[in-house]
Every structure is written in structure tokens, then in C-alpha cells.
């Protein structure tokens, strides 16, 4: 029986860092997400009525409808969001972490991640490619709706028959390798999806001849920007932090995402209640012709790869992020040597070599983040008010919402002790 703080979070730590999260399969999403629907539509964030979706978010919102078949236009989508007929869900509540805008409908593809230790599963769904044009950036068109078919039709397809023919891919050996080659496992995943696609091949060698191109075509897309492997970080994550989530007496933050009105988190000793703040405050560097008033907020779940210890907390491993998001190696050293502060422990399989092979500062602890100050960092993708990706850059999670967990786990135990 857990009885201090401390012992909590020791449990909590020690469970995150002991998951390990296996790829099984790649399933569609009204087969594996509990509690998914046809006429339902996933989003990123804490769950609000329909009306409250706002910019980028409601329009990829709509876009998914449309993907999905729940409406024959723009007009009857919105026709039949406003009555209820298609029902608007925050990805979290249904298992499963969404990228910026993170939609899931019925039939999209997910990644089906199980911890192996603890049991629990953990769902995302597939990079829809490289154009900045895309539904979890708030566009739908033909191109976005042809990107999404050949996700599902072709790559979805010869990944899940791979994978069946093996016992599943652990992925945190190659996340643990990816560290020590240059990625942080969010904004950058260039070594950990060339990791990803080395397990894949021999499986690949086995497959019908009459599906070569389809082959061919599915190499090309896991390695065309290197940026395939984000979503199996986050299902990995999600798995991994989950393992570690309602230990009674705990501290420890367990999720972090974004909406379009703010910035939430969850604590593993409270429940499944989200703490909500304002936006996060950030620093881009943006594509060239944008601006930084054209920056907005659509949403974003990846921020669940911080709580893990991975993206932001292990920059000083990925210094060629420098000319993807700006910055210098001195000040990712030392944005990274001050999370420790606010951290449980250094984890045992993330290791970052610039700083001797330490362990990443892994565990956020929400008294630790009032007590100094600091608020965790996070590596994130910056969205424009028109769509698409301008950017990239380095948010700060808001004081706020620590304030109001702290509040609500005083309340709760009486004590921080």
C-alpha cells in the first residue's frame, strides 16, 4: 500500500519506464477503439460540444466527415454536427492520441501498440505524407482525400500483413537506438523510421510478387521524410504512459495535449480528469513566407512523447533539429539540463550521449513544476490559420493548469507530502 507522495511517484516512475509498448497490427479504427462509432469523429484534446471547435480544428472536423462518407458536403456536415447525428469525441477517451487536429474516423487505419509489460494497449493513426496540405492541419481537398486512400489502401494493407507474419516489432529498442543517432522521437524521426523500415524488410521479402509496387510504394512513403515513425512514438508513448496512470497518491503527469481553446493535462493520481490552462506560449521558426501572426492552435496530442521522457527531453540528443526549428546547441543543452528540475527520475533506456549517456529527465511532477518555476518544453509542429504546416518550433506548457491539478490533488489528499 502506497502511503507518501513519494512513494507514488516512485511506482509511477518505475512503471512508465518499464513498459514495452510492441507493435501488433494495424487495424481500422471502428475495430479496436473502444467505444468508436461509424457516425463519430475523434479529435485532439479534451472532449467540448461541437459549437466550441473552433478555426483549423472544426474544419478538419468537417473534413473528416467528409473523408468518412457522413455527409455528401460541407453543408450537410455541418447540418449534421449541429443536430448530434455525427457525434465529435476527444481521441483520449477512446484509447488513442491524435497529431495536431488528430482526426480519426470509423474506417482509418491505426497502429495497434501493446504494452507488454502491464498489458494495456495504445492506438494512433498513420502519417498522411509529406505535403503540409493535411487533414490533421485543417484541409480537406481531393489531394488530402487521396493521400488518406492511399494510406489506407496500400500502406495500411502490406504493413498489417508484415506484422502478422511476425510476432510484433518492440519499439522501444528502436526509439532507445534512434536516441543515440540524432532523432528526439518528435520533431524528429529520420534514424528511428530507417530503424522502423530495417524490422519491416525481411518480413516485405516474403510478400506476393503481384504486390511488389505496393511494396515498393509503402518503403517509399515510411522513408520519403522520415517523419513516419512520429506516430508510432506517440502510440508508444500512449501505451507506455497509461501503464503508469491511476496510481493512487501520485503526482506524476501522464498526458499533455492541446485544443483549440488551450493546453490540458492529466495526473495519474487523479483519475481520468483533465487540468486546463491557455495556450502554451511558443517559439518557431517559420517556413519561408509565413509570418507569426498566421500561427494557430488546432489541437495536438504528440506532446504525450514528453511525458515519456522522449521529444523536448531529449533534445540535446537531436541537434540537427536546429534547421527544422531554430535555436542553438547551447541553448538545447541547456533547455534540456534544466527539465531534470521537474522531473522524478533519469530514465533507464533513453539515453542522450552529448551529456555522457545520462538518462532523459523522465517523470514531470506537477509540485516540482510550481516549486521552480519551469515549465515543461515540448517539440511541436506549427499549424497556420489558413491550414497546413508553416512551421516548426519549441512550446512551453502554461503554469495554469499545474496550478489547478496541485489545487485538485491537495484537495483530494489533503497533503503533497
Not at 75 to 103: N, P
Request: charged residues 20%; proline residues 5%.
Amino acid at each position: 500500500m502506497v502511503t507518501t507522495r513519494a512513494d507514488a511517484n516512485q511506482l509511477a516512475f518505475e512503471r512508465l519506464t518499464a513498459s514495452e509498448p510492441v507493435l501488433r497490427d494495424i487495424r481500422p479504427a471502428d475495430d479496436v477503439l473502444p467505444g468508436m462509432t461509424a457516425a463519430m469523429i475523434l479529435t485532439s484534446g479534451v472532449t467540448m460540444p461541437w459549437n466550441e471547435y473552433t478555426g483549423g480544428q472544426r474544419e478538419a472536423i468537417i473534413g473528416g466527415a467528409l473523408f468518412e462518407g457522413l455527409a455528401a458536403d460541407r453543408e450537410e456536415a455541418i447540418h449534421r454536427l449541429d443536430s448530434g447525428e455525427i457525434r465529435v469525441k476527444g481521441c483520449q477517451d477512446h484509447g488513442c492520441v491524435g497529431s495536431l487536429a488528430g482526426i480519426y474516423t470509423a474506417s482509418m487505419p491505426v497502429f495497434v501498440v501493446e504494452n507488454r509489460t502491464f498489458g494495456n494497449p495504445g492506438y494512433c493513426n498513420l502519417y498522411e505524407g509529406t505535403n503540409p496540405r493535411r487533414l490533421n492541419y485543417g484541409v480537406y481537398d481531393e489531394g488530402v482525400r487521396d493521400r488518406l486512400m492511399f494510406i489506407q489502401e496500400v500502406v495500411a494493407p502490406i504493413i498489417s500483413d508484415a506484422l502478422r507474419a511476425s510476432e510484433g516489432i518492440p519499439l522501444k529498442p528502436l526509439m532507445k537506438r534512434a536516441l543515440h543517432m540524432g532523432d528526439e522521437l518528435h520533431s524528429r524521426n529520420t534514424a528511428a523510421s530507417l530503424l522502423f523500415m530495417n524490422e519491416l524488410f525481411p518480413l516485405l521479402l516474403t510478400a506476393d510478387t503481384k504486390r511488389q509496387e505496393a511494396v515498393k510504394q509503402t518503403l517509399e512513403a515510411i522513408t520519403a521524410d522520415h517523419y513516419f515513425f512520429l506516430r508510432l512514438s506517440m502510440a508508444a508513448a500512449k501505451a507506455s504512459a497509461d501503464g503508469a496512470h491511476g496510481i493512487h497518491g501520485s503526482s506524476m503527469v501522464t498526458a499533455m495535449a492541446f485544443n483549440c481553446r488551450g493546453f490540458s493535462i492529466r495526473v495519474s493520481g487523479l483519475g481520468d480528469e483533465w487540468f486546463p490552462g491557455p495556450h502554451a506560449s511558443v517559439q518557431a521558426k517559420l517556413f519561408d513566407g509565413h509570418s507569426e501572426d498566421e500561427i494557430t492552435w488546432m489541437g495536438g496530442e504528440s506532446p504525450i512523447i514528453e511525458t515519456i521522457g522522449a521529444g523536448a527531453f531529449a533534445q540535446a540528443a537531436a541537434f540537427p533539429l536546429q534547421q527544422y526549428q531554430g535555436g542553438t546547441p547551447q541553448a538545447m543543452v541547456e533547455r534540456n539540463l534544466e527539465l531534470y528540475d521537474i522531473t522524478l527520475g533519469e530514465n533507464p533506456d533513453f539515453h542522450i550521449p552529448y551529456l555522457g549517456y545520462r538518462g532523459t529527465p523522465t517523470g514531470i511532477d506537477i509540485f516540482r513544476v510550481l516549486e521552480t518555476g519551469i515549465l515543461p518544453s515540448m517539440d511541436i509542429g506549427i499549424a497556420g490559420r489558413d491550414g497546413g504546416q508553416i512551421g516548426a518550433g519549441i512550446v512551453r506548457a502554461p503554469r495554469k493548469c499545474f496550478e489547478v491539478a496541485a489545487h485538485a490533488y491537495l484537495q483530494r489528499y489533503g497533503t503533497q507530502q
